[in-house]
């Protein structure tokens, strides 16, 4: 009979990796072969990685799917050193799947998601609803709340915003963003990009750019035409990056934060 961990909290591997047993029915797919069918995931925090990842234990796992991957990309997962391709229906993934190091993960396989990684597996699901890009975090809330505040955003000196009718939304470990009524945004400042992203709990965003000048990073406008629904007040509404331009609350200017998108944002090419 296989035991499987029970849901006892976050647990620490001497590899800096955490991760707690989840109790979540999660079925991950590669177009219409499903590669992974699991009631005992656990969840993995690797370092300095903002979201986490699913492991699954090898029994739930279609590891006749999986071939010792020919070029493998070691480094690219906290010690990882054992990975695999994924051959489905002769259409072969490399590098799909991996397993840790840590001997508390044993037995167990990770996989990336397409629209994360650009490759893997491209649906995934929770119980019945499908979920993208990466697990959502059950440490994480993430709260849009209609707000009165006066909120101004500068670029290089010029106010792009200025409303006091924002949707401030707060999410556990990023700075408050503020989502603010296209009337109230100098939209002729920037132009439309090309640029989406995914996110499982708002939903998927497109993104403008700054005409003014080099120094702005691109995409630094966002705004989500159809959010998920427990962030149904943010549609439509623009939001700017805290850490690349300069945000007065009532009054008060804000410090640019520091976050993980501080590192992102300075990758980007300029607008």
């Known amino acids: 009979m296989t035991t499987f961990p029970s849901a006892q909290g976050v647990r620490t591997t001497p590899e800096g990796l955490l991760w707690e047993p989840c109790e979540r029915w999660v079925r991950g797919r590669k177009g219409e ?20 990842l699913y492991a699954f234990p090898r029994a739930e796992v279609r590891e006749d799917l999986l071939r010792p991957a020919k070029n493998a990309r070691t480094g ?33 396989i990770a996989f990336e998601w397409f629209r994360r990684a650009g490759r893997g597996l491209d649906h995934w699901y929770e119980e019945e609803e499908e979920i993208f890009v990466h697990p959502r975090d059950p440490h994480k809330r993430v709260d849009a709340l209609p707000s009165s505040r006066h909120v101004v955003v500068e670029i290089d ?8 009718h924002p949707v401030l939304l707060f999410e556990t470990g990023l700075p408050t963003r503020y989502y603010i009524p296209r009337e109230d945004v100098r939209l002729d400042l ?27 990073p691109a995409n630094v406008v966002w705004s989500y035409p159809d959010p998920l629904p427990a962030v149904g007040p943010i549609r439509g509404l623009l939001a700017f990056y805290n850490e690349a331009t300069d945000i007065t609350v009532d009054g008060e200017r804000r410090e640019r934060p520091v976050t993980y998108f501080t590192g992102v944002l300075s990758q980007r090419p300029q607008s």
């Open 190 to 216: 920037f132009e439309p990009t090309g640029h989406h992203t995914g996110c499982p709990y708002k939903g998927t965003a497109e993104y403008w750019s700054w005409r003014g000048g080099p120094d702005v």
């Open 157 to 164: 000196g010029t106010v792009v915003a200025d409303t006091r």
């Open 76 to 108: 690219t997962h906290t010690g990882s050193r054992i990975f695999y391709d994924l051959d489905v229906e002769g259409e072969v993934l490399e590098n799909a799947a991996w397993t840790f190091p840590a001997a508390d993960l044993a037995g167990h």
């Open 33 to 52: 072969v499903t590669v992974v069918d699991s009631r005992h995931p656990v969840l993995v925090w690797e370092p300095d990685v903002p979201v986490p």
